[in-house]
């Protein structure tokens, strides 16, 4: 219920503090100047019951509503604060001047006046309520209460006692509360119908009856380059050779990346001024063999289409071989009408100088590549090589030696 009221009020501060000065000040003046009433709306209560005092209730109504503290007595109550009315000469508004609790000997004077009448208000705020917490009610209004040990019946200023003389005066027997007093009919009980089971218009089918089949296993994920690794095959170099050589192969790679896209006049050219860009700190004689070495990559005769300009690079690769499904990234591809070729690069430290010496993994990721490619494009062959950054040195791996490496998959 607190909700609100507060939402109201932070929204009020913001209204002020955009067409005003902000102050603390300025805004409670503004506020308590204005005549807004805050209406709250009762759809979205749903099947629920709400205790909430007779304030709370503003504004909102209910098929249903219980007052079920009707017996209090207001003269029990608690009276607010006192305050002691200025009256100020030409009119203006009086002043108020909040005056400490006082006993009731001790109120004379304009205080006792005062006292009156703020008990009078009090009163008349008191039957004001009543009148808010009955007009909450749709269908149903029930009025109850609970007396004290000493109190023989309601007190006569108490909502209960007002309200009884109300419903004439009978009384009925109620198993829970002992009597009650009723007034008005009570609305007529909906009869209870029941669905008659309908026939069914065509019998179920017999799969509506049959528990559901087991899945198909899904295929085994595998990624190829994860296969690659292997514990020990690239033994570690001295800190300073280890990255003078890491630098070497990025930069390396880095040009057999870019300069296939370059026209093949161009490509010495723009190597060289990448070079100076991005290794300004290396030897020029050192530069130019890095560049004659990928040049020498890029120009081989039996792989200059891998790296032209209708190859691809960063190739997503997926396709499931049997009962595995192969997903990588294929660093160089060509697909032409009667063959495939692929290129995977590779940065080791101690590149192998021949096929004899490249890794069982490495040659395993490579038959998974082109079993996938085979699945891919049917009815084409598969070229594959591998293209070390440090040397660089081109490896072709032979198709006999592609299908041998298949049965060695495993899943990642």
Known sequence: EANDPIDELLGAALQFSATN???????????????????????????????????????????????ADACGNPDNSRMSGLDLAEDLPGGESPRTLPLPPLRKEEQVGRIALSAEAARAAEREEHWRLLYV??????????????????????????WYARLAPLFGGE?????????????????????????????????????ATQPVAEEPRPPRPLAPSASAEEIGADPP????????????????????????????????????????????????AERGEML??????????????????????????????????????????????????????????????????????TLRQMGAYAAALAAIYPGRVVEAAVLYTQTPQLIAIPAPVLAASKPGLSPA
Do not use: C, N, Y
């Not at 990559?297 to 049997?322: K, N």
């Open 133 to 158: 917490a009955m007009t909450r009610a749709e269908e149903a209004l029930f009025i109850g209460g609970a007396l004290g040990k000493r109190e023989k019946q309601p007190a006569e200023d108490s």
């Open 21 to 67: 000065t902000p102050s603390v000040q300025g805004f409670i003046r503004w506020f308590d100047s204005g005549d807004g009433e805050l209406k709250r709306e009762s759809e979205g209560a749903g099947d629920m019951v709400r205790v909430m005092t007779v304030h709370g209730s503003k504004g909102l109504q209910a098929p249903i509503v219980i007052l």
């Open 292 to 361: 004659a070495r990928a040049l020498a990559v890029l120009d081989a005769p039996d792989w200059r289409e891998l790296f032209g300009p209708q190859a691809l690079a960063e190739v997503p690769l997926a396709a499931t071989v049997g009962d595995q499904v192969i997903a990588g990234t294929i660093d160089r591809l060509l697909v032409l009408p009667d063959r495939v070729l692929v290129a995977d690069f590779k940065t080791a430290r101690r590149p192998p100088a021949r096929l004899e010496d490249v890794p069982v993994s």
């Open 171 to 207: 009384q009925l027997a109620d198993d829970t509360w002992g009597w009650r007093m009723e007034r008005g009919s009570r609305a007529d009980p909906v009869p209870l119908k029941t669905q008659q089971a309908l026939p069914m218009a065509e019998p179920l089918p017999a799969w």
């Open 237 to 284: 170099l001295p800190p300073d050779v280890a990255a003078m050589a890491a630098r070497r192969g990025v930069l390396i790679h880095a040009l057999l990346e870019r300069l296939p896209d370059v026209p093949v006049d161009a490509r010495e050219g723009a190597g060289r001024a990448w070079l100076a860009r991005h290794a300004a700190d290396l030897d020029p």
